[in-house]
């Protein structure tokens, strides 16, 4: 299996990928293509969820990190959290995931667009054919006016 198999699976950067919830051979995919790290979105509840996640990220030699999103209520704090995570890990190749690929999609268009990318750009993170619904796009607009309020580190996503 290949990274691309992955349910999902987008390749926004040579550092960034995302996807919906990989299984046990998709980690050992992303572990093989030299991710250095996953961040998981989704709530440990989560219909495909893997409980054992971190422990087969782990030992797979990548970090993990979680930050369980509830799909029906998105949080400025979850997206601080992420923000904050990211530009931690701004040396790493990263996979991104939740159980669908639709709350990674928000929050790393966000992500792009706090570090300063023009929105066009930074809609290229999103999975193409997902219409966020009312709960994400009230998210999105909410965050996008903060936003306007925050300067980025860097002006760069790579």
Not at 11 to 20: A, E, L, N
Not at 24 to 48: C, Q, T
Not at 114 to 132: H, T
Not at 137 to 153: S, Y
Request: aromatic share 8%; with cysteine.
């Amino acid at each position: 299996m290949t990274v691309e198999h992955i349910t999902n699976y987008l390749c926004f950067t040579d550092r960034i990928s995302s996807s919906g919830q990989p299984d046990i051979d998709g980690f050992r995919s992303v572990a093989a293509a030299g991710f250095g790290a996953v961040i998981n979105l989704a709530m440990p509840d989560s219909k495909n969820a893997i409980p054992e996640e971190g422990s087969i990220v782990t030992s797979l030699g990548m970090t993990y990190h979680h930050i369980p999103v509830p799909i029906d209520a998105p949080k400025t704090i979850h997206l601080r959290q992420f923000v904050s995570l990211m530009e931690s890990l701004q040396d790493v190749k990263v996979w991104v995931h939740c159980a669908v690929n639709h709350r990674v999609s928000v929050f790393l268009y966000l992500y792009c667009r706090w570090k300063g990318m023009p929105d066009e750009e930074a809609r290229k993170a999103m999975l193409k054919g997902w219409e966020p619904n009312a709960t994400w796009r009230e998210f999105l607009a909410q965050q996008i006016k903060q936003l306007n309020q925050l300067k980025p580190k860097t002006e760069s996503v790579r």
